[in-house]
């Protein structure tokens, strides 16, 4: 499983952003996706994921700034984010992690077993 995140950069408070994770050797009816991020010191946070049925969440701190699509014909998991504060400033992350009985994803960090490099997102006041 590989999975490679890009869009970051730098960005204005109130401004948006599209992140994007090209997977690959995921499966898709077995896998869910997710979106985390980690600032320095601090733990890491789940966003939004995607479950095999295109099921979303959304963490509060992201919830109605945040909207999570995949496009499985280009392999592709993508975050589109909005209203960006300065404390959305993180190192993001997609990842991915098999789900069992048609269970709903999670933010747990440790159902997620392949993840990506991460990409800064740096949002200024």
């Known amino acids: 499983v590989q999975l490679v995140e890009s869009g970051g950069g730098a960005a204005e408070a109130g401004g948006s952003l599209t992140l994007s994770c090209k997977y690959s050797g995921v499966v898709l009816n077995r896998d869910g996706l997710g979106w985390f991020r980690q600032a320095a010191g601090d733990a890491r946070e789940g966003l939004s994921c995607v479950d095999t049925t295109g099921r979303t969440r959304y963490a509060p701190s992201v919830k109605g700034r945040a909207t999570i699509s995949q496009d499985r014909d280009k392999n592709i998991l993508v975050l589109q984010m909005t209203n960006l504060r300065p404390e959305d400033s993180s190192v993001y992350y997609c990842?991915?992690?098999?789900?069992?009985?048609?269970?709903?994803?999670?933010?747990?960090?440790?159902?997620?077993?392949?993840w990506g490099q991460g990409t800064q997102v740096t949002v200024s006041s």
């Open positions: 990842a991915s992690g098999p789900l069992y009985g048609g269970e709903l994803c999670s933010f747990r960090t440790k159902d997620y077993y392949h």
